[in-house]
């Protein structure tokens, strides 16, 4: 079907002005916050329902049409580009709050909500959406549940996985199924729910979700500390862990600090340079806390593991020295960076990272890393900068070589080559570095069940 037959189409199904063709529209809904691939989508459409997003899955079916679903396209691994004239589904206008509970503590909302904007909410309600990271601001939650978002308070509150109580999704098939109905106890069965948690919208889409909602946290206090190594890092995570309850503990080089510090011109935390800076965050409820956290900051000072350090006394305290580590992505993309996020048990951390750098040192010497990530729970994020006189095809094309390696490595690890932001087209030739052959079997045979036409965002995580 032509572009302008299958915008006929769907407004006949779902109401006029509901389509667009134009190439703004293309080109801003067709891709995510990736530079590898082109957008090339055949034509946008805005579905303000469920009903709507059922009608065009059982029309794109029907003719065969591949869909890509779109949230805030905030993506780094190509989950929600439409490279290959595929529909594309946005979620825009399914931003509403549809119930609100306060006994049970819970909140259905359509998929397109900004994550941020549900934190608000919450706020609202006297209670805390704890799922937070830098995209919050245009991130939606259909997007965050597809790819099971994590982001800088995992060590205290999980993944989104862990916030999902229950699901509304438009099958493949173009059916709607709602999924354990916003129940903390169900044990009845296999609970498919979590099938569409981080499956990157190639089962359906998601179109509402029933959100858990919990106390807000009181006094949140931030301390960013220079550290001589790794090695240091993670003596200083143990030793607040073991007296202190994080709600975060991020790292970033001192590669990065240096360049947020430039291009947002802030304050560095404090005079000291370092080779890297731990940035930990917990409640100081009371005065015995915060006593036990200074306490536990000099013994790590006369370790050694601590050169320097900075602590908020005040709310904006806290958020410029947050600002410091949430920048680092905004900063970097202006110099086209290849992004490589992946994960190993805390413990080995250091080991891994050090493996991984000496082999991009050695191997591309020309090549800028910019390390930071979510120490607290063994994600890292690998960034490697395009040399200014470096054509961009040429630096992706030896980064894919680059990628090959590091995930080697990783897999020796026992690893993932994608912790939190899904596997996409960017991933997914590399998938079998983290999944066994008998696994991708299974989620394949998984993914023909719900979509036996294989419509639903076809070449993303595989190929079937």
């Known amino acids: 079907m032509t572009p302008e037959q299958i915008k006929q189409a ?17 080109e801003i809904y067709g891709r995510d916050w990736t530079k590898i691939h082109t ?18 899955v059982q029309f794109a079916r029907e003719n065969q049409i591949a869909l890509v679903p779109s949230g805030g396209r905030t ?14 589904i946005v979620m825009d206008y399914m931003n509403k709050v549809v119930n609100f509970n306060a006994v049970d503590r819970s909140v259905t909302v359509q998929a397109g909500m900004i994550t941020e904007q549900l934190q608000k909410f919450a706020e609202e309600q006297g209670l805390y959406y704890p799922v937070d990271f830098a995209s919050a601001g245009s991130s939606q939650i259909g997007g965050n549940i597809s790819t099971n978002a994590g982001g800088i308070k995992v060590i205290k509150y999980g993944m989104t996985r862990d916030w999902v109580l229950g699901l509304k999704v438009v099958t493949g098939k173009g059916e709607v199924l709602e999924l354990n109905k916003g129940l903390v106890k169900n044990n009845t069965g296999y609970d ?12 359906g889409i998601i179109t509402e979700a029933t959100i858990k909602l919990t106390r807000p946290p009181k006094n949140l206090t931030v301390m ?10 993670m003596q200083v995570l143990k030793a607040f862990q073991s007296k202190v309850d994080l709600t975060a503990f991020e790292f970033f080089s001192e590669n990065a600090l240096g360049k947020v510090t430039r291009h947002h011109q802030l304050q560095r935390p404090f005079d000291s340079v370092t080779d890297y800076y731990a940035l930990l965050e917990f409640e100081a409820e009371n005065e015995e806390v915060m006593d036990t956290a200074m306490q536990v900051f000099e013994h790590c000072m006369e370790e050694g593991w601590v050169e320097d350090g900075s602590i908020s006394q ?3 305290q806290a958020r410029s020295l947050w600002s410091l580590r949430e920048f680092i992505s905004e900063t970097i993309s202006h110099e086209t960076p290849y992004k490589n996020d992946l994960s190993v048990v805390v413990s080995r951390v250091p080991e891994f990272l050090k493996e991984v750098d000496d082999f991009v040192a050695d191997t591309y010497p020309g090549f800028e890393i910019v390390w930071f990530g979510h120490i607290g729970d063994g994600n890292l994020h690998l960034n490697i ?7 961009k095809d040429a630096f992706f094309d030896k980064c894919h070589h680059v990628s090959d390696k590091v995930f080697a490595i990783t897999q020796q690890y026992g690893g993932s080559v994608s912790a939190e932001h899904g596997v996409g ?14 696994e991708l079997a299974y989620m394949k045979a998984i993914m023909q069940v719900f979509d036996p036409d294989n419509i639903m965002n076809p070449g993303k995580m595989f190929d079937v």
Do not use: C, W, Y
């Open 425 to 438: 087209m960017v991933k997914k030739d590399f998938l079998h570095f983290s999944r066994s052959p008998e």
């Open 314 to 316: 005040s709310e904006a």
């Open 192 to 203: 498919l729910r979590h099938l569409f948690i981080g499956a990157e919208g190639t089962l």
């Open 224 to 233: 960013v500390l220079g550290t001589p190594s790794m090695q240091a890092v």
């Open 385 to 391: 900068l395009k040399p200014a006189d470096m054509d």
């Open 39 to 56: 957008p090339r989508p055949r034509a946008i459409a805005f579905p303000r329902s469920t009903e709507d997003v059922q009608a065009i």
């Open 75 to 88: 993506g780094l691994s190509a989950g929600a580009v439409a490279a290959n004239d595929e529909l594309v």
């Open 10 to 26: 769907i407004e006949d199904l779902i109401g006029a002005d509901r389509v667009r063709l134009d190439g703004e529209a293309l």
